[in-house]
Each structure stands twice: as structure tokens, then as C-alpha cells.
């Protein structure tokens, strides 16, 4: 009997020493921590915490700038979050970052494998157009709104301009560079947009914003016929190419009589259909290449006019070259 508790008292004994529980530990790092993003000037990088033992319960970060081979490694003052903001000075280096496990009984560090060499930042990239804020009305400010851009501009400049109501020709508004734009009497019938210009320190790229609605006329516009008003008539080879302002108080599409005349010449009359209606008004651009009988040596007369649906016609405009 007595044999038997003996040989029962080891077997418990046994049992009981088995059933110790291992000693706590501080985290034990099992796969390296790894870094996400691109090496370049302007990209976030992100650390990967790898993997570890021992249950850590809270991670920290140092980031630390090596040499192009990966070697020599300082800390960066103050970069101890998850992400990392490549810099200028991060140029033609390498980049590791140092992640810290920690538990209850202590604290581990592990460190990645360095980056590639950080590349230094393109020049700015456009990825949503810039916008404009505003009524395109005269009196009315707009204000333009950048954008989104790649490669972190470091400044954006800009430059408004004025397009036919139809948006098929643009023209630079003279001293217009702020980011807000006072809309003026000159506007009226054009479209309105700008153009962004973002800079850093390896150049500059450009994006357009879609043109604005027409610019109205801060008091009603009303007449009896349509109204026109001549802005510039140019050859462009032999080519002509007639800018003018349409008004009425009609938004309906017009027919425009483009007239070439010379001394000793039958004249000849184009007609053309707008697109959009003055609303009240809008400015067009037509071009047109005049017959030979047009052409060389002296006076030639480009006269429009435009016609309503209901027949009413404005008074003609014209412009007389004398070419050599």
C-alpha cells in the first residue's frame, strides 16, 4: 500500500512539473521589419512592424538616413511615427527605419533591410484640374483652386484667360497672374479660365481648369435687334479669322454674314450658325480662306453682321486692310 502512494506521489510530481509555465519575455523579433513606398523626394514611406513573439503590445519607430550602400546610419531628429516624408536632404541616400516591440517585461529593437537610393523629386504632375470659385459676372471675383499635384509643389503661379463661348479659342488676359480675377466689362460674352502652374525644385508642370460659364453683363441686356461688336480681325497666312461679341436678349442661335469685298470685285458672303446662343451675349471666332479674286495686292474689307430667326439683322461692322 505504502509502495503504491509513493509511486503516485512521482507520477504527480511529474505531472506538476510539466505544468510550470514558461517564463515571461520581452518581444522577440522573428521577421525583420519592412518599409512601403517609393524612394523619392515627396513619396511616404511606411513601416512594416515584421514579425514578432512574446505578444508585443505597442510599437515605436526611429527612422534613421544612411549612405547610398546602406551603411553609416543616423537617427532623423523627430521621425519617429509609422510614415516617413522623404526630403530634399533624403537625396542619394538610403533609408532604414528601427522598430521598437514592447510588452510588460521590456523591449526589443529590430531594424529593416535599407531602401533603394532616394531619387530626388520630379517636377510637380497634375492629377485633378484646378477648378474656379465664383459667378462669372462683371463686378463678381473669381478665385482659382489648384488642383491636386504629384511631387509637392513648392509654389503655384497663375495666368487667366478668355475663351470664345464655344471654348475653341483661348486668349492670355493681359496681367491677369493672381489667383483671384475681378471679371470686367471686357469679359462679357467670353468664357473664363485659368491656367495653374506648379513649381518645386526640379521644375514645373501646367494644368488647365475647365472654362467657366459665359460672363453676363451686371445690367439686363435688351434690344431690338441683335447687337455686334467687332474685337479683331488677322490673317494667319492666308487665312482670316474674325473674333466679335454678339448680343441679344434672345437667347436663340443666330445665322453670322461674313462679307469679303475689294474695289473692282463681286463681293462674296459666308454664313455661319452658332453653336451656342448669346446668353445674352457671346463671343465667336470664324475663319475662312478668301476666293483668289480676294487675294494679293491691295484694299480688301471683312464686313459682318448677324441675323436673328425672326429676320432682324444687326448693324454691320467691318475692318479694311490695305496689303502689300
Same mark, same amino acid.
Do not use: H
Given at each position: 500500500?505504502?509502495?503504491?502512494?509513493?509511486?503516485?506521489?512521482?507520477?504527480?510530481?511529474?505531472?506538476?512539473?510539466?505544468?510550470?509555465?514558461?517564463?515571461?519575455?520581452?518581444?522577440?523579433?522573428?521577421?525583420?521589419?519592412?518599409?512601403?513606398?517609393?524612394?523619392?523626394?515627396?513619396?511616404?514611406?511606411?513601416?512594416?512592424?515584421?514579425?514578432?513573439?512574446?505578444?508585443?503590445?505597442?510599437?515605436?519607430?526611429?527612422?534613421?538616413?544612411?549612405?547610398?550602400?546602406?551603411?553609416?546610419?543616423?537617427?532623423?531628429?523627430?521621425?519617429?511615427?509609422?510614415?516617413?516624408?522623404?526630403?530634399?536632404?533624403?537625396?542619394?541616400?538610403?533609408?532604414?527605419?528601427?522598430?521598437?516591440?514592447?510588452?510588460?517585461?521590456?523591449? %526589443? @529593437? &529590430? +531594424?529593416?533591410?535599407?531602401?533603394?537610393?532616394?531619387?530626388?523629386?520630379?517636377?510637380? $504632375?497634375?492629377? *485633378? /484640374?484646378?477648378?474656379?470659385?465664383?459667378?462669372?459676372?462683371?463686378?463678381?471675383?473669381?478665385?482659382?483652386?489648384?488642383?491636386?499635384?504629384?511631387?509637392?509643389?513648392?509654389?503655384?503661379?497663375?495666368?487667366?484667360?478668355?475663351?470664345?463661348?464655344?471654348?475653341?479659342?483661348?486668349?492670355?488676359?493681359?496681367?491677369?497672374?493672381?489667383?483671384?480675377?475681378?471679371?470686367?466689362?471686357?469679359?462679357?460674352?467670353?468664357?473664363?479660365?485659368?491656367?495653374?502652374?506648379?513649381?518645386?525644385?526640379?521644375?514645373?508642370?501646367?494644368?488647365?481648369?475647365?472654362?467657366?460659364?459665359?460672363?453676363?453683363?451686371?445690367?439686363?441686356? %435688351? @434690344? &431690338? +435687334?441683335?447687337?455686334?461688336?467687332?474685337?479683331?480681325?488677322?490673317?494667319?497666312?492666308? $487665312?482670316?479669322? *474674325? /473674333?466679335?461679341?454678339?448680343?441679344?436678349?434672345?437667347?436663340?442661335?443666330?445665322?453670322?454674314?461674313?462679307?469679303?469685298?475689294?474695289?473692282?470685285?463681286?463681293?462674296?458672303?459666308?454664313?455661319?450658325?452658332?453653336?451656342?446662343?448669346?446668353?445674352?451675349?457671346?463671343?465667336?471666332?470664324?475663319?475662312?480662306?478668301?476666293?483668289?479674286?480676294?487675294?494679293?495686292?491691295?484694299?480688301?474689307?471683312?464686313?459682318?453682321?448677324?441675323?436673328?430667326?425672326?429676320?432682324?439683322?444687326?448693324?454691320?461692322?467691318?475692318?479694311?486692310?490695305?496689303?502689300?
Amino acid at each position: 500500500m505504502n509502495i503504491r502512494l509513493l509511486g503516485l506521489g512521482a507520477v504527480l510530481g511529474a505531472a506538476f512539473v510539466w505544468a510550470v509555465p514558461a517564463m515571461a519575455a520581452p518581444p522577440a523579433n522573428t521577421a525583420a521589419p519592412t518599409i512601403t513606398g517609393t524612394a523619392r523626394v515627396g513619396e511616404t514611406l511606411t513601416a512594416q512592424n515584421g514579425t514578432w513573439s512574446n505578444s508585443p503590445t505597442a510599437f515605436q519607430y526611429q527612422w534613421q538616413r544612411c549612405n547610398a550602400s546602406g551603411a553609416a546610419c543616423t537617427n532623423v531628429s523627430g521621425a519617429v511615427q509609422r510614415t516617413y516624408l522623404l526630403t530634399p536632404g533624403d537625396a542619394g541616400r538610403t533609408m532604414r527605419v528601427r522598430v521598437t516591440g514592447i510588452n510588460a517585461e521590456g523591449a %526589443t @529593437n &529590430a +531594424r529593416s533591410a535599407p531602401t533603394a537610393v532616394v531619387t530626388p523629386s520630379a517636377a510637380p $504632375r497634375n492629377t *485633378a /484640374r484646378p477648378t474656379i470659385a465664383g459667378d462669372p459676372e462683371v463686378g463678381q471675383e473669381l478665385t482659382a483652386e489648384d488642383g491636386t499635384w504629384t511631387n509637392t509643389p513648392t509654389s503655384f503661379g497663375y495666368q487667366w484667360q478668355r475663351c470664345d463661348i464655344d471654348a475653341i479659342s483661348c486668349i492670355v488676359v493681359a496681367g491677369a497672374t493672381g489667383k483671384t480675377y475681378g471679371v470686367r466689362a471686357a469679359d462679357v460674352g467670353f468664357r473664363l479660365r485659368v491656367e495653374v502652374t506648379a513649381r518645386n525644385a526640379n521644375g514645373a508642370g501646367s494644368a488647365l481648369s475647365i472654362p467657366s460659364g459665359i460672363v453676363v453683363p451686371s445690367v439686363p441686356v %435688351t @434690344n &431690338a +435687334r441683335p447687337t455686334l461688336r467687332l474685337i479683331s480681325v488677322r490673317f494667319l497666312g492666308a $487665312r482670316v479669322y *474674325a /473674333r466679335f461679341r454678339i448680343c441679344d436678349d434672345s437667347p436663340r442661335n443666330l445665322t453670322i454674314l461674313a462679307t469679303d469685298s475689294r474695289p473692282g470685285r463681286v463681293s462674296q458672303t459666308r454664313r455661319f450658325t452658332t453653336r451656342i446662343a448669346p446668353n445674352p451675349c457671346g463671343v465667336y471666332t470664324r475663319s475662312w480662306v478668301p476666293a483668289v479674286r480676294f487675294r494679293g495686292k491691295g484694299r480688301y474689307t471683312v464686313t459682318i453682321a448677324v441675323r436673328d430667326t425672326s429676320g432682324r439683322t444687326s448693324a454691320p461692322v467691318r475692318k479694311s486692310f490695305n496689303r502689300r
